[in-house]
């Protein structure tokens, strides 16, 4: 129900755009995140953002480097990436949240993407 989309190679410094594209019926009144993962690491928060797109959180290793946003009408959410760093690389999941608001923590998402990998050359 969830397709996340826009991973890529990109050179450290560089930018990148992730799409997370879902019916309007799974994500118009939720809560949306970001989440990414690397091998032998558990899934860890990146951004969210509430139902109407007036509140976003971020972790602080993206922080003013990355923002999340959505259109509702088309039931889309983004993550804008930029100064990327090698840290960065990882598959990045977007998730709908149970209800309108979001969490730092998984259990508190019901959809998830397939994950669209991002490597960031050093």
């Known amino acids: 129900q969830l397709q996340a989309s826009g991973g890529g190679l990109v050179q450290a410094g560089g930018s990148l755009r992730l799409s997370c594209a879902a019916s309007a019926r799974t994500t118009t009144n939720n809560g949306m995140a970001w989440f990414r993962q690397t091998p032998g690491k558990e899934r860890e928060f990146v951004a969210a953002?509430?139902?109407?797109?007036?509140?976003?959180s971020y972790a602080d290793s993206v922080k003013g480097r990355f923002t999340i946003s959505r259109d509702r009408a088309k039931g889309t959410v983004y993550l804008e990436m930029n100064r990327l760093t090698f840290e960065d690389t990882a598959v990045y999941y977007c998730?709908?949240?149970?209800?309108?608001?979001?969490?730092?923590?998984?259990?508190?998402?019901?959809?998830w993407g397939q994950g669209t990998l991002v490597t960031v050359s050093s």
């Open positions: 998730a709908a949240a149970r209800g309108a608001h979001y969490s730092v923590g998984t259990r508190e998402y019901q959809y």
């Open positions: 953002i509430n139902w109407n797109g007036g509140s976003t």
